[in-house]
């Protein structure tokens, strides 16, 4: 495995690489994609399967799919079949965890792990327990919250949320560093794309983002109580609040 020697530090203007691999910039003829979610405020399961969505694309011709960190299952509905199998500490068919996953070696020719990695701490020994559960060539599917701010409807945003964003993550280099993570562990990057969700902002929304895993874990009280008074006070209709993220595509 390559050493690491630390992310990047190239304060460059931002770039962003397409499926096809070119580098371009961030004009406003080049934006990312944004999905408007209308689900009702206390159904947070409904924007975790939205989020889910976004990272079966890639894996649609998987034969089987590992789901780590599985959660409610939310990848299930996207992979039909028996394609699906779900790992999770607490939930999901397996019970397992990211650092030792119950599956025998090559068991899978693709895995996802949605809105997780910024919350593990021992990156290292994950990435080597999917690269143990993947088939030689396999697919691994990443979808990680953006801290970057890159529009000027992500900067409102941003500005909304400051309280919750100094929040420390248990991996921040996972936000915005994912892809010289998994290079440093010997994964092939084939993609770096970024997306973002727009969410209908409205006074109850700080209850379900805290159960969404786009925040860190075990944010204090008073910082939602902080941020939830910010968001009350922006509420209106017709008015969102714009979430970005970015989905990984990386070959073992």
């Not at 999770?88 to 990211?98: E, F, H, Q, V, W």
């Not at 070696?105 to 895995?111: E, R």
């Not at 593990?120 to 801290?147: C, K, M, N, Y």
């Amino acid at each position: 495995m390559p050493s690491r020697v630390g992310p990047p530090t190239d304060t460059a203007r931002p770039v962003r690489v397409r499926r096809s691999g070119r580098r371009c910039g961030t004009s406003s003829r080049d934006r990312p994609p944004r999905y408007r979610d209308r689900s009702p405020p206390a159904r947070h399961g409904q924007r975790r399967r939205r989020a889910a969505g976004v990272v079966r694309l890639p894996l649609r011709h998987a034969r089987r799919v590992l789901d780590l960190c599985c959660g409610d299952g939310a990848l299930a509905d996207h992979l039909p079949g028996g394609r699906w199998l779900g790992v999770d500490r607490d939930r999901g068919p397996l019970r397992g965890s990211a650092t030792a996953i119950p599956l025998r070696d090559n068991a899978v020719d693709a895995v996802a792990l949605t809105l997780t990695l910024p919350r593990l701490h021992d990156v290292d020994a994950v990435f080597a327990e999917i690269r143990r559960v993947l088939v030689p060539g396999g697919t691994l599917a990443l979808l990680v919250p953006s801290a970057s701010v890159r529009s000027v409807a992500e900067l409102r945003s941003a500005r909304l949320l400051a309280p919750v964003r100094r929040v420390p993550w248990a991996n921040r280099s996972a936000l915005d560093h994912a892809g010289w993570l998994l290079q440093a562990a010997d994964f092939a990057v084939l993609g770096d794309d970024r997306v973002s969700f727009d969410l209908p902002l409205t006074s109850g929304l700080v209850a379900d983002l805290s159960r969404s895993d786009l925040w860190p874990r075990d944010v204090p009280a008073r910082v939602l109580a902080e941020v939830s008074h910010n968001l009350s006070a922006a509420a209106g209709p017709d008015r969102a609040l714009r979430l970005p993220l970015r989905r990984l595509l990386a070959r073992r």
